[in-house]
């Protein structure tokens, strides 16, 4: 019984001291990573605001009111229901200008002649996006 006695004492302490031991790792290692984050907000500065070469702020500008960048303002493809925040709205592999302005497609339609090929993949191969047949260009 002394036996049984003795060896429960000792697990006991070796828990204690193992539980104890984790414990004490934990708490420094957030005391650590408190005094880092301390240390880092009272010597950081704010970041110096980078530098805009005059290419850049005149390219901004020129989008400044066509967030896609398609080349059709926002409010125009508003009004034709098209996307504004998408190059190419119906995801056909044209942008919504190109639909419009050279391939006379729909730009809301990924198909526009319903041939169950989209306009982008008919034209890379060569076929009219608007009907049967090849391309005459």
């Known amino acids: 019984m002394k036996k049984f006695l003795f060896i429960a004492i000792i697990a006991i302490i070796i ?7 984790w414990y004490f790792l934990l708490r420094d290692k957030k005391n650590d990573i408190n005094a880092v984050i ?3 907000e009272k010597t950081e500065t704010a970041p110096a605001k980078p530098e805009v070469d005059a290419g850049t702020l005149e390219l901004l500008k020129k ?13 125009e493809e508003k009004a034709q229901g098209l996307n504004p925040n998408e190059f190419d ?14 391939w006379k497609t729909d730009p ?18 060569g076929y009219n996006p608007l009907g049967a047949g090849k391309l005459e260009e």
Do not use: P, W
């Open 15 to 21: 828990a204690a001291l193992g539980v104890g031991g």
């Open 38 to 40: 301390t240390k880092n």
């Open 63 to 75: 989008f400044a009111d066509d967030q896609d960048r398609d080349g059709i303002k926002d409010e």
């Open 89 to 102: 709205s119906d995801f056909d592999g044209l942008s919504d200008k190109l639909e419009i302005e050279k």
């Open 108 to 125: 809301l339609k990924k198909d526009t002649d319903g041939d169950g090929f989209g306009d982008g993949k008919e034209i890379i191969r």
